[in-house]
């Protein structure tokens, strides 16, 4: 529904892109745009497949987004993160773990244990990773056990 880009907005940042590859994030994105033309622009694509261009953003944020992508893509594309954010950008995601329930079901996304994202991350200036295990289910009330990290990670002032 694209909570996270309204409260952006909300919070006055300038300008939010969001990237999302469901069709069904399109009506949200119309919504969103309706109340904030000049400020919001929506990408329809995954984020491997994403450009995001040098140096151009303070802050990069996906939910689980990451992880639909092979393993190889999602290290790549954190990698392309890194060239894209500012000095001092943040960078903060939800990626899959290897005792996701998902695993074993999905095997085509990416999972990573958090030593994996730190070494994957290791450009960073500073990475923070909180590694969570639920079984809260998925929203329609199936049971799923949930194994991810959320991870928060700053470019230093200087780059690398």
Known sequence: AMNDVRRFLDSGFNHVTAVDASSDALPYALSIKAGYPDRFSFV?????QFEFGQDKYDLIHSNFGLSYSTEDGLKETIQKIFCALRPCGVFSCIIFGPADEWY????????????????????????SIT???????????????????RVMAKKSDHGL
Not at 44 to 48: G, L, R, S
Not at 104 to 127: C, H, K, N, Q, W
């Open 131 to 149: 590694e969570v295990s639920s079984d809260a289910g998925l929203y329609n009330g199936a049971p799923k056990h949930w194994h991810y990290c």
């Open 44 to 48: 329809q694509n995954f984020f491997d």
């Open 104 to 127: 074993r079901t999905r095997p085509a996304l990416a999972y990573l244990a958090p030593e994996e994202i730190r070494a994957t991350m290791r450009d960073f200036g500073s990475v």
